[in-house]
């Protein structure tokens, strides 16, 4: 299934790096989402955008900023970052509306020095 | 989205027997969806319930939402080694889902 690509697949950066995290879907869904998976846990929903429009923030550090900058394309900006963010960060789009499945991408699996 | 609780957290199942992964929440839920992860891979939605009571089945797979919409079950017969993954449920809320923990099933061969 390739309606949600993410890139990159892998990522390895020092605390002090700045790097960018992509997701793009081709389903021409209008909502889009950030999860972060860590080992052992559920997943948890970090951002929702819908129609373009920032509608949750999960008390998330600020050093995670997400940016969409059209329906298709949802960015996850990193800095500062801490060795416990190193986890597989998902990215799902769905059609705006109550209760619409999810479809996600292979995820970025990011490893923090 | 509420929290809802998976049990068990862990499922070892002998290829071809019948297993059962439950999914319960303290309040009603609207609605319920199940998904599958398998190793090294991303979720993938598998089934949405909606109606109290609703069962709903994909080939080996049998889907059940409980009458007072406070639970749900995954029942797998003749379990394969393709069944490999976590199982999570998820309530879904007017823009997002709340998963819970997942059910990781292995299976010997």
């Known amino acids: 299934e390739t309606g949600v690509t993410q890139t990159p697949r892998h990522l390895v950066m020092g605390m002090t790096n700045k790097k960018s995290l992509k997701c793009e879907q081709h389903?021409?869904?209008?909502?889009m989402y950030w999860y972060k998976q860590s080992a052992k846990k559920p997943l948890e929903l970090m951002f929702v955008?819908?129609?373009?429009?920032?509608?949750e923030n999960n008390s998330v550090p600020s050093r995670f900023s997400p940016e969409c900058p059209n329906s298709s394309h949802l960015f996850l900006h990193l800095h500062t970052l801490q060795p416990e963010d190193s986890a597989l960060y998902l990215c799902?789009?769905?059609?705006?509306?109550?209760?619409?499945?999810?479809?996600f991408g292979d995820g970025t699996r990011l490893s923090i020095l | 989205g509420q929290q809802v609780m998976q049990i068990p957290q862990y499922q070892h199942v002998q290829e071809g027997e019948d297993f059962t992964t439950y999914c319960n929440s303290s309040?009603?839920?609207?609605?319920i969806q199940w998904y599958k992860q398998r190793p090294g891979g991303h979720p993938v939605f598998l089934i949405q319930?909606?109606?109290?009571?609703e069962v709903k089945k994909q080939k080996r797979l049998t889907f059940q939402f409980g009458e007072a919409k406070k639970n749900s079950s995954l029942h797998i017969t003749a379990t394969q080694t393709t069944d490999v993954g976590t199982y999570f449920c998820?309530?879904?809320?007017?823009?997002?889902?709340?998963f819970g923990a997942g059910t990781t099933v292995t299976v010997r061969a």
């Open positions: 955008y819908s129609l373009e429009e920032r509608v």
């Open positions: 319930l909606v109606k109290s009571g």
């Open positions: 309040t009603t839920l609207s609605n």
């Open positions: 998820a309530d879904g809320d007017d823009y997002k889902l709340s």
């Open positions: 799902a789009s769905s059609q705006d509306g109550s209760n619409q499945p999810q479809h």
């Open positions: 389903l021409g869904h209008n909502a």
